[in-house]
Structures are given as structure tokens and as C-alpha cells.
């Protein structure tokens, strides 16, 4: 964001802009290039639905091949992500009444954001009810370790078992670490 900044997502920012999901797995690293890896990999969208969505301050659900401006990202900066701040909520709760509309009352939404703390269960669980699903493999790990898992969930095709938001319990003691991947598997 820095007027000087040379890299090539910050120039592709200040002209025409980047994709949301390039410039959120840039600022987010592991993490988030693990959720977008895997939304891509398991998505099944439905006529009109995106395949992977990302929660926004300041302007709802918002498709990850959606082309960020510098000055968007300065908007969307401004605004914490706290379901009591309207300028957060309100857009987030008016796409998801039309998500849950274009996707149809069977569809599963699948958080792979945070669970532990109300800033998307709450608004998105008011919306979804039971339809709002997250892996089950999330409870008790860290933000990084979730990354890595679904990176490699996305790289070997094997999804993670998706069980209801609202009746789960979201915390729990830390799961063992991750093996370290083989060569071959690290290749991939």
C-alpha cells in the first residue's frame, strides 16, 4: 500500500487492480492461500454462485477472482470486521440472504474461516443455520496449521469432513501436528 512499493501486486494495484484472492493470500501467506486452494478444489457451484467467496469489511461476500483496486483496499482497511459495526454487517448480511437464495435451501456453505470467535458465525450462522458447515479437522488448531492442512487436502484431492457450525464444539485440545510431507508429496 506504500506509495513506493515496487512489487508486482503493488503495481498491478494502482493499475486496473488484483485479484481479491492474490492480494489476500499475499497479506495472509499460508493461511489464507490454504483456504483459497481449497474453496478451488471443492467448490461446487451452482448456476449464478461463485466458487469461493471472501468475507470483506465493507463490502459482503465478494467472489476471490474479483479485481481489488489500491483505493478499495484502503475502504476495506478502514473498517473492522465486528458484526456490531453495520458498515461490516450490512453488507455481509445482504449477500448472504442472496447467496442463500441463488444456492437453494440444500446447499452446504462451507466456512474456512475463523470458528472460535463470532465475527462470521454469528452473521453467517443467523443466515445458514444448519446449511453452514466447517471442517471438522479446525477444531483446536492454530490459523497456519489449518493453511497447511488444506493445502494439502487441495493438492492430494482428499476433502476434510464438513460437519454444522451452529450445533459443533469450536474449541477443543490441539490436535497432534502435521507429519512433515515426503519428497515426492512436497513436489507436487
Request: net charge positive.
Amino acid at each position: 500500500m506504500r506509495e513506493n512499493a515496487g512489487s508486482a501486486l503493488a503495481g498491478r494495484l494502482r493499475n486496473g487492480g488484483a485479484p481479491l484472492g492474490v492480494l489476500f493470500s499475499f497479506m495472509s501467506g499460508l493461511y489464507f492461500r490454504g483456504k483459497l486452494s481449497y474453496a478451488l478444489a471443492f467448490a461446487a457451484p451452482s448456476a449464478g454462485v461463485a466458487e469461493a467467496y471472501v468475507i470483506t469489511p465493507g463490502a459482503g461476500l465478494v467472489p476471490s477472482d474479483s479485481l481489488v483496486t489500491l483505493d478499495w483496499l484502503h475502504e476495506m482497511s478502514a473498517i473492522d470486521v465486528d458484526p456490531k459495526d453495520a458498515r461490516y454487517r450490512d453488507p455481509l448480511d445482504r449477500d448472504s440472504r442472496i447467496l442463500r437464495q441463488s444456492a437453494g435451501v440444500g446447499c452446504e456453505v462451507i466456512l474456512l474461516g475463523s470458528i472460535a470467535t463470532p465475527k462470521y458465525v454469528g452473521p453467517l450462522g443467523e443466515i445458514f443455520g444448519e446449511q453452514l458447515l466447517f471442517p471438522a479437522e479446525f477444531i483446536g488448531r492454530g490459523d497456519m496449521s489449518r493453511g497447511g492442512l488444506m493445502l494439502r487436502c487441495a493438492q492430494t484431492g482428499k476433502s476434510l469432513t464438513h460437519i454444522p457450525v451452529l450445533s459443533a464444539l469450536r474449541h477443543g485440545p490441539r490436535p497432534p501436528r502435521l507429519a512433515p510431507l515426503s519428497r515426492t508429496e512436497s513436489v507436487r
